[in-house]
């Protein structure tokens, strides 16, 4: 788990894109490029108290009020100890079909929209 463990570091990758991903022989998914991550350790947050940091924050694209890109704020990242910003990035940049997005379901299958009957909307 990227942002929820037991060492208490969040890690949040900042880079989303496709060509830092592999899938080993097993067909697991792996982050292969961690050179542009943000590491918050969400203990010292509980332990500093500062406003908010127990509130969940909501990632917004911030800088980007039309989503037409990823973005995000590094002082939100850092000062809350729960965030969506790696399911947002992961859906925003990899799923969904969105302007700066891989649109890696581009064509789901219709027996899995047909369980999942909510995934379109989702992704938009």
């Not at 880079?15 to 097993?26: I, K, P, Q, R």
């Not at 969105?98 to 379109?120: C, D, F, K, M």
């Amino acid at each position: 788990m990227l942002s929820k463990n037991s060492l208490a570091l969040a890690i949040y990758p900042t880079d989303w894109a496709a060509e830092n991903f592999a899938v080993d022989h097993a067909g697991v998914v792996r982050l292969v490029d961690m050179e542009n991550i943000v590491l918050v350790n969400q203990t010292m947050l509980a332990v500093l108290r500062t406003p908010g940091w127990d509130r969940f924050y909501t990632s917004d694209n911030y800088g980007c009020p039309h989503n037409e890109c990823f973005s995000f704020s590094i002082l939100s990242l850092c000062s809350h100890a729960m965030t969506d910003h790696n399911y947002h990035a992961v859906c925003g940049s990899l799923l969904s079909p969105s302007p700066y997005s891989s649109n890696l379901l581009h064509s789901i299958p219709q027996e899995v929209v047909a369980r999942q009957t909510l995934l379109p909307r989702l992704l938009d």
